[in-house]
C-alpha cells in the first residue's frame, strides 16, 4: 500500500474488557503462580499486577482528581534522571505492595481499572495531554497519545503475566494491533541519531493478524513515520506481530530478537530498529 499519513489511535473503549479480562484471570491463579518469574526484569507476577494497580491509582490520583504530583528527591536534569526517577517510583511500590495479599492486590486493582476505564471513555482524543510520552521523545503529547501509551503498558503488562502463567493470549488482534501502531510512534526518536540521506527509508513489515506495513521515512533534518510502505525501498524489516511487541517492550532476548527478524537492504538502516524501545529503560 502507498504511503499514508497516521491518524489517532483511539484505544478508549479497549480498557474495560482488557482489564476485565485481568481480573478474571488473577481471581483463578492459585498462589504459587503469583510468585512465578516474568520476562519483566526481577519481577514476580505479584509485582507487575502491583505494578499495573500503582499506575493505574496514580492515573486516577493526577489526571481524573487534579493532584499535584511530589516533587522528584532531586533535580531532572537528563533523560537518564527522568528514568531513573520513574524506576525508583516504581520500584518503591512494588516492594511496599509485597505485604498485599494475592485478594487484596486483585480487589484494589478491579476497582481502579473500572473507575480508570470510566474515565478514560469520558477524555476526547484531541487537545494536550496530561503527560508527554517520553519514549516518543515529546514533552507534549496529543491526549490520545498519552491514553494510548497507558493502554501499551496495560495490555503488555498483562501479557507478561499470562506468559508467566502459561496462559492464552488474548484472542482479539485489535487489541495487539493498536498496540504495536502505538509503539511505533516512537520509531522516529529512537531513530533520531541514525544518519542516512533525504529519501532513504525503512519499511517495517509486521505480519500475523495484529499487524501491518510502517515507513520511516528520512526527511532533511529527522526521520518521520508513515503508514504503508514505499517502492522502491532503501530497507526492510519483516517480524510477526508477536515478536514486534516483543521487541518494542523488552520481552525478547537479544538471541532470540536476532532469529526473529529478518532484515533486507542497507543493513545500517535496519540494525537499529533491534534496539528501539516503547516503554521507559
Not at 509486521?206 to 521515512?217: E, F, H, I, R, S
Request: proline letters at 7%.
Amino acid at each position: 500500500m502507498p504511503l499514508e499519513p497516521l491518524t489517532p489511535v483511539d484505544t478508549r473503549a479497549m480498557f474495560r474488557p482488557v482489564s476485565g479480562a485481568l481480573v478474571t484471570l488473577l481471581r483463578a491463579l492459585p498462589p504459587q503462580d503469583w510468585l512465578l518469574p516474568t520476562v519483566a526484569g526481577q519481577w514476580l507476577v505479584r509485582d507487575v499486577v502491583a505494578h499495573l494497580l500503582d499506575s493505574t491509582l496514580r492515573r486516577l490520583s493526577c489526571h481524573r482528581d487534579g493532584l499535584t504530583p511530589p516533587p522528584p528527591p532531586g533535580a531532572i536534569e537528563s533523560e537518564r534522571d527522568f528514568v531513573d526517577f520513574i524506576n525508583g517510583l516504581n520500584a518503591q511500590w512494588v516492594s511496599a505492595a509485597r505485604w498485599l495479599s494475592p485478594r487484596v492486590l486483585t480487589d484494589m486493582y478491579e476497582v481502579a481499572a473500572r473507575d480508570v476505564a470510566d474515565w478514560f471513555e469520558s477524555q476526547p482524543l484531541d487537545g494536550p495531554a496530561l503527560f508527554g510520552v517520553s519514549w516518543a521523545g515529546e514533552r507534549e503529547s496529543a491526549n490520545w497519545f498519552d491514553i494510548g501509551r497507558e493502554f501499551t503498558e496495560l495490555w503488555h503488562h498483562q501479557q507478561q503475566i499470562r506468559m508467566a502463567v502459561g496462559a492464552a493470549s488474548l484472542p482479539e488482534a485489535r487489541y495487539l494491533h493498536a498496540v504495536i501502531e502505538i509503539a511505533a510512534r516512537g520509531l522516529p526518536h529512537a531513530y533520531r541519531d541514525v544518519v542516512a540521506d533525504a529519501g532513504d527509508t525503512l519499511v517495517i513489515d509486521v505480519t500475523g493478524p495484529a499487524g501491518g506495513q510502517w515507513t520511516l521515512l528520512r526527511e532533511r533534518d529527522r526521520w518521520a513515520l508513515s503508514r504503508g510502505e514505499p517502492a522502491p525501498e532503501t530497507a526492510r524489516v519483516q517480524l510477526d506481530d508477536d515478536a514486534a511487541w516483543r521487541l518494542l517492550f523488552n520481552a525478547m532476548s537479544e538471541s532470540d530478537v536476532v532469529k526473529a527478524v529478518r532484515m533486507s537492504g542497507r543493513a545500517e538502516l535496519a540494525a537499529p530498529l533491534l534496539k528501539a524501545r516503547s516503554v521507559i529503560v
